[in-house]
């Protein structure tokens, strides 16, 4: 690959960065996934269920049963390569159950939905919650050995539900609703210490740098170990440094054919202090805004949006 010189500029990039408008593009703010089709949330329909009639209030089970669907359906829209787990575990919420909850409910082993970014990659296991308390619940044991053994990634998905039928107050049975999805690394990663503490400025760099030599090594010492990345290309948020750098050295060794040129430039964000990172893909004409976000000298997170000149 020919190398590109880091130019640094100052870019009206807050003016002019605009989000492709997709049929179905991703909107991702405040570290949360939400699927957009045409300018709208998409509307998923909760079906009746058993017992369940239509305008009952749900049951936390039925909360729990619904997140998952409706995060299946999501990534399916994506064309994302997404399978459901067939499970007989039933959600009991710990306040529901309280010191109980050993005596009516097993931990929970097997996650609900299995996602693989794509043929190489590991599978990552979704744990679909709605509540980041029901973390308790998940068998964190057996994630451990599974993690070792088996070299899976495991996720807590924490689902939001927005009922239109009730302007959001309650959910019910057989309701239209929105959703919005966190994620959180169950990985019992640690953070080393920092090689050197550095600025906002020189940790853009550092991904400059990383994308200019194609070597994931060069930023992975910066990343805290519940890095976040985003994409306006992909519906799923990573949320942890293992998994990322585990996408980033896939793409960059199907970079290192030289069949697609990548530019770099460092700017200065107009009207703050930050600087910003803009790539250019020869091969597709295309240029990609790259921003971070930092604590202490580590990379929290990082989005990466379509970028149009």
């Known amino acids: 690959m020919q190398q590109v010189g880091i130019v640094e500029d100052s870019l009206p990039w807050l003016l002019s960065c605009k989000i492709l408008d997709l049929i179905q593009a991703i909107l991702i703010s405040k570290d949360m996934m939400r699927l957009i089709s045409n300018d ?6 909760q079906r009746c269920t058993g017992s369940e009639n239509r305008g009952d209030i749900m049951t936390m089970e039925g909360v729990h049963r619904f997140l998952v669907e409706t995060l299946y359906e999501s990534f399916l829209h994506c064309g994302s390569n997404i399978k459901k787990v067939e499970d007989s575990w039933k959600y009991r919420s710990v306040g529901k159950t309280g010191i109980f909850q050993g005596l009516f409910s097993t931990l929970k082993q097997q996650p609900d939905l299995i996602y693989r970014m794509d043929g190489d990659s590991p599978d990552t296991w979704f744990y679909v919650m709605p509540s980041r308390d029901d973390i308790s619940l998940i068998d964190m044991k057996f994630l451990g050995k599974s993690v070792e053994k088996r070299g899976i990634l495991p996720v807590l998905v924490v689902g939001d539900l927005w009922c239109f039928d009730t302007n959001g107050q309650k959910n019910i049975c057989g309701a239209a609703y929105a959703a919005k999805f966190e994620t959180i690394s169950l990985l019992r990663d640690k953070n080393n210490p920092l090689p050197q503490v550095l600025s906002q400025k020189q940790l853009i760099e550092k991904v400059a740098l990383c994308w200019q030599n194609l070597d994931g090594d060069i930023i992975e010492p910066y990343l805290d170990k519940d890095f976040h990345y985003t994409s306006d290309a992909v519906f799923y948020e990573m949320s942890s440094r293992r998994e990322y750098m585990n996408y980033l050295r896939g793409k960059f060794e199907r970079l290192k054919d030289g069949s697609n040129p990548i530019g770099v430039q460092i700017g200065r964000m107009d009207g703050t202090n930050d600087f910003a990172l803009l790539l250019h893909q020869s091969a597709y004409n295309q ?7 930092v604590n ?8 990466m949006s379509e970028y149009e000149v």
């Open 40 to 45: 709208e949330p998409y509307v998923s329909t």
């Open 287 to 293: 240029s990609l805004l790259v921003t971070i976000k």
């Open 296 to 303: 202490e000298g580590r990379i929290t997170s990082m989005r």
